[in-house]
């Protein structure tokens, strides 16, 4: 159900940019996501920092999208978001020495702190390439082709960069004695 609800704001976005347009649709993702968040506060009891963080950015950037009826300011907020999530792995691993990436999967799995440092490090790219092509689509493609990017694209590359998360963690996880 919370996975499912963190996709609504994005799906009524792209429905009403293909129905009425930038403008329309911008509202539409402010309006979705702050009910998607008082729902998850509701619900859930609290706001995950990630997604207060997106919750922000989307009201900020999408109502100067609304007012200026420009998609440039929705296409900054993936920018800046992805480089500020890639610049907090970068630092909790390289400032403070610990990987974030641990500390927020560190309870559900043990790995070597080797293999923490390369997940946070790959993650951190990971975020770094989002942004590049985020750019790269905002500035050298149309209009549509960036919204069609920001509503499958990068869902598309977050599953497989999970995926390939999942498989590379795989490993390293404690085997089960008891088939032996």
Do not use: H
Not at 116 to 144: D, V
């Amino acid at each position: 159900m919370k996975q499912l609800l963190e996709f609504i704001p994005l799906i009524l976005f792209f429905v009403v940019y293909k129905l009425a347009g930038i403008r329309e649709a911008a509202i539409a993702l402010i309006i979705a996501t702050i009910f998607q968040m008082l729902i998850l506060k509701l619900k859930y009891g609290k706001i995950e920092k990630q997604q207060i963080i997106m919750g922000i950015a989307v009201v900020f950037f999408g109502t100067l999208t609304a007012y200026f009826n420009k998609v440039e300011y929705l296409q900054w907020k993936v920018t800046i978001v992805y480089a500020l999530f890639a610049l907090i792995l970068l630092i909790s691993q390289y400032g403070f020495k610990k990987p974030l990436i641990e500390k927020l999967l560190g309870k559900e799995i043990q790995l070597p702190e080797k293999i923490w440092n390369k997940l946070n490090l790959a993650w951190a790219g990971f975020f770094i390439l989002c942004m590049l092509i985020n750019i790269y689509i905002s500035q050298y493609c149309s209009e549509e082709v960036w919204v069609d990017f920001k509503s499958f694209g990068i869902i598309a590359m977050t599953f497989i960069a999970t995926l390939f998360t999942g498989i590379y963690v795989y490993r390293y996880l404690p085997k089960d004695d008891q088939n032996k």
